[in-house]
């Protein structure tokens, strides 16, 4: 009896382990995507995952209207803190509530909030709501 009793809650605890690694795939990926495209300063990365308009706080506080706008200015908006702090982020710990999912820390971080809905069959799709960029 105990032997079973101990089978079933190592079940159960494995389980657990395999539904919250599962649980954060899809903040995981966008976190290693981001990653990626700060690497091979992929601007086209991030302009596509604007949710516009979206809010940038930093040298000047601004409203982000139009992807052509944040490529152009890219440089400036991203600025070689903000990239050093998204390429320290630990994907797989990370701080994500109400707001949405904060890459980054402090006064330089990337906010995304998931307009996708898995429940309805429509697969997690993380955007850029605001930046950080600021001391």
Excluded: C
């Amino acid at each position: 009896m105990r032997r079973a009793a101990l089978a079933v809650l190592g079940l159960l605890l494995l389980s657990a382990v395999a539904w919250s690694e599962d649980a954060h795939v899809p903040e995981t990926k966008i976190i290693l995507e981001m990653q990626a495209a700060v690497r091979a300063d992929d601007r086209q990365w991030f302009a596509e995952h604007l949710h516009l308009p979206v809010r940038y706080y930093g040298q000047t506080n601004r409203i982000i209207r139009s992807k052509e706008w944040f490529v152009q200015h890219y440089d400036t908006i991203l600025g070689p803190a903000l990239k050093a702090t998204i390429l320290a982020q630990d994907p797989v710990n990370y701080l994500k509530n109400y707001q949405g999912l904060m890459v980054g820390e402090g006064s330089r971080n990337i906010w995304l909030d998931d307009f996708g809905d898995p429940g309805a069959g429509v697969p997690s799709r993380y955007e850029i709501i605001t930046i950080n960029n600021s001391d």
